[in-house]
T-cell receptor, first 114, second 116 residues
Framework: AQSVTQLGSHVSVSEGALVLLRCNYS??????LFWYVQYPNQGLQLLLK??????LVKGINGFEAEFKKSETSFHLTKPSAHMSDAAEYFC????????????FGAGTRLAVHP | EPEVTQTPSHQVTQMGQEVILRCVPI?????FYWYRQILGQKVEFLVS????????KSEIFDDQFSVERPDGSNFTLKIRSTKLEDSAMYFC??????????????FGAGSRLTVL
């Protein structure tokens, strides 16, 4: 079975500050991990994905995430927050091979204030 | 860039009425999914569909729900007799599917269902 835990349902940062959104996973098989972003009243947009290649993954809008097997973590970071980063962020896990559904975490709402 | 298209964007219905939510997946994708997000809660898997049949369904996907790919392009979710608790955002997604590698889902913008 696979699951994802996102620590912190709400994170608030100042514009220009470091963004750190935490995600821990549980998986009995090698996982593939994703971060999706949801802007208000919009769908889910893929930010980045880990698919067993490089452990440090770069995504869109300056975000990156590092897969750490020893810590079962896949935290999302951005060095300098922008007001436009305010959104809900979802970590998700799946596994390789054919069809496999995505299992989402509960989400973290990021607020960016001036 | 290819998109998954969902209609309607918002539907309001009375409890007990039937609702059909429509999706046009990306044309070369083989796997199709419906997810649900109740306001303020996590995104939950409902059902996956491949080769004209359900691959997997969650415990949420009871007899009130059905899916269909009626014409080779549309993928529909039907709720036969809506309940108040069916009020949610429903997301359609599709993926290429492969025997190896990550199965990357592309999501539509969602259909918000409000049951009164």
């Amino acid at each position: 079975a696979q699951s994802v835990t996102q620590l912190g349902s709400h994170v608030s940062v100042s514009e220009g500050a470091l963004v750190l959104l935490r995600c821990n996973y549980s998986s009995s098989v090698p996982p593939y991990l994703f971060w999706y972003v949801q802007y208000p009243n919009q769908g889910l947009q893929l930010l980045l994905k880990y698919t067993s290649a490089a452990t440090l993954v770069k995504g869109i809008n300056g975000f990156e995430a590092e897969f750490k097997k020893s810590e079962t973590s896949f935290h999302l970071t951005k060095p300098s927050a922008h007001m436009s980063d305010a959104a809900e962020y979802f970590c998700a896990v799946t596994r390789s091979g054919g069809y496999n559904k995505l299992i989402f975490g509960a989400g973290t709402r990021l607020a960016v204030h001036p | 860039e290819p998109e998954v298209t969902q209609t309607p964007s918002h539907q309001v219905t009375q409890m007990g009425q039937e609702v059909i939510l429509r999706c046009v997946p990306i044309s070369n994708h083989l796997y199709f999914y419906w997810y649900r997000q109740i306001l303020g809660q996590k995104v939950e898997f409902l059902v996956s569909f491949y080769n004209n049949e359900i691959s997997e369904k969650s415990e949420i996907f009871d007899d009130q729900f059905s899916v269909e790919r009626p014409d080779g392009s549309n993928f529909t979710l039907k709720i036969r007799s809506t309940k108040l608790e069916d009020s949610a955002m429903y997301f359609c997604a599709s993926s290429e599917g492969s025997d190896s590698g990550a199965n990357v889902l592309t999501f539509g913008a969602g259909s918000r269902l409000t049951v009164l």
